[in-house]
């Protein structure tokens, strides 16, 4: 990559890592082979007096990460979502990295308000607090609106932030390509794919728009959701560089103390966090993908409230079904279907054995169902069903480590608000349902009006479409242009179509 910088910028983590005690922690999560381990030592032990020191109280990866600056910090926080990538207990020590950072001057947040929305930060707010709350990307101000005196959270990213993590992110670019050479083959490696997930995480928090439009979005989805809500996000008041929300008001949901004296049911609260989870990955295939204590509240209502919409998950109607029916098939312990679902899918390639899957799953499946039923982790579950369907020859998805990593947080959370909860009890209703809306009759019905108005809105295409295929697919002359063959050949394939949907239908119904 570009500049020197680089160079010096990797000496300089190398040395960190060396003397915070982190570099044998990393290199054995990576299973760095000897070239890899090799060159990393040069990089750090004859720099060893130039690496930070960081906090002895923190574990060394963390130690290391904190002391090497905000891009550093980011990136292990988002490696700590690829547990296939560093190891489970890696991941557990990076869960816990935070990036609280000294706050910048208010006058220069008003600076950054005033360039980005176009008018003195004294004509928009009649108040604007210190800051509440400064991490590695931005920090926040509670600020009241001029024009209607309503309380609202204001973002404002740090000054020159995208310029310094551009600087880091290049450097972890060479880095990247020096893994490649070094070690090729390393298992779990996959170096540039792991760079290029976190420039696109951290390119999307670097632009507070494309925060608010996921706000939006996810409140549009679950604006039905009893007992949820999210803070509404003020376009006229937001661009780029800055953020402004509705202000959430509410008792952490992590201070069950608080929770108990404002009189919330704390048994409610942890089954119903589980399940809005569920629902909005399942139901929407959008999810809150950084779902932890410090960004839900309880509002007076009892309504539990999300906020910090930076990193969001996603996942394909597609993907959904099948995964639901995994995850139901576990839950009736029919692990002979959940082997077929995977080569249904084309997850685990056709020449493997589906029963040998289908007792490699059972093997996943029966210590689990085998513990206290308090202790059943779905989480723990999709972990252990990656580690089989790797050895199987599935290749890793990083939408569904995500959603792994996430549920392992969500069952966190509602285990800190009530310890006995059964995570099978509550998912299964949501599962259940979401299987039958999807897979069943219904779903058919619903798939076959969207197959009819996709041909529709391709009708006139249609008979020029045919014709292609028929000059290209056989030695006979193309039919004359004609509205009248267009139609019928139009209509041939629409009906044709229809009717193997028809079939299909009938024989989903008997």
Do not use: C
């Amino acid at each position: 990559m570009r500049g020197p910088h680089n160079i010096w910028r990797l000496i300089r983590t190398g040395a960190t890592l060396e003397r915070t005690g982190a570099m044998n922690v990393v290199l054995d999560a990576f299973e760095a082979p000897p070239a890899l381990r090799f060159v990393a030592r040069m990089l750090g032990v004859p720099f060893k007096w130039l690496g930070y020191s960081g906090d002895p109280a923190m574990p060394p990866a963390t130690r290391a990460l904190t002391a090497l600056g905000p891009a550093y910090i980011k990136f292990g926080q988002v490696l700590s979502t690829r547990p296939d990538i560093v190891g489970d207990e890696l991941s557990v020590q990076l869960r816990v990295l935070q990036d609280k950072l000294p706050p910048f001057p208010t006058e220069q947040a008003k600076a950054e308000v005033e360039r980005e929305l176009g008018q003195p930060t004294d004509v928009i707010f009649s108040e604007f607090s210190d800051p509440i709350a400064a991490a590695s990307i931005a920090q926040v101000h509670k600020a009241r609106l001029a024009e209607n005196r309503e309380l609202v959270a204001v973002k404002v990213l740090r000054p020159n932030i995208e310029k310094a993590f551009r600087k880091d992110i290049d450097a972890f670019y060479l880095a990247a390509r020096l893994v490649d050479l070094l070690a090729p083959g390393a298992r779990r490696l996959r170096p540039m794919e792991v760079i290029e997930h976190f420039d696109g995480v951290v390119r999307g928090e670097l632009d507070l728009r494309l925060e608010s439009s996921a706000a939006s979005e996810f409140a549009a989805n679950t604006e039905k959701d009893e007992g949820f809500q999210l803070p509404t996000v003020k376009w006229e008041h937001s661009a780029r560089r800055v953020m402004t929300l509705e202000w959430a008001e509410g008792v952490p949901l992590g201070d069950n103390a608080a929770i108990d004296a404002a009189g919330h049911d704390r048994v409610a609260l942890s089954e119903r966090v589980l399940t809005l989870f569920l629902s909005h990955a399942l139901r929407d295939g959008y999810f809150h993908a950084d779902m932890h204590q410090g960004n839900l509240k309880v509002a007076a209502n009892g309504n539990i409230i999300a906020y910090d919409f930076g990193i969001m998950g996603h996942i394909d109607e597609y993907t959904r079904r099948v995964y639901a029916e995994i995850l139901f098939g576990f839950i009736r312990r029919d692990y002979k279907r959940v082997a077929q679902v995977h080569f249904e899918a084309g997850y685990v390639p056709m020449d493997k054995d589906v029963d040998e899957f289908a007792r490699a799953l059972r093997a996943v499946g029966e210590p689990i169902f085998g513990m206290d039923a308090t202790r059943i982790s779905m989480g723990r579950l999709l972990s252990y069903l990656f580690e089989v369907t790797e050895r199987f020859g599935m290749e890793t998805r990083t939408e569904l480590i995500l959603l792994q990593r996430t549920m392992v947080v969500v069952e966190g959370v509602a285990r800190s608000l009530n310890p006995q909860i059964n995570i099978w009890t509550v998912a299964r209703p949501i599962v259940s349902d979401y299987i039958n809306k999807s897979i069943g009759p219904k779903a058919v019905l619903r798939d076959l009006g969207r197959t009819a108005r996709v041909l529709t809105r391709f009708g006139p295409r249609l008979p020029d479409l045919v014709e292609a295929a028929l000059v290209r697919q056989s030695n006979f002359e193309p039919p004359k242009p004609g509205g009248f063959k267009r139609w019928i050949a139009g209509a041939a394939i629409l009906g044709g179509a229809l009717g193997a949907a028809a079939i299909w239908l009938i024989q989903e119904l008997l």
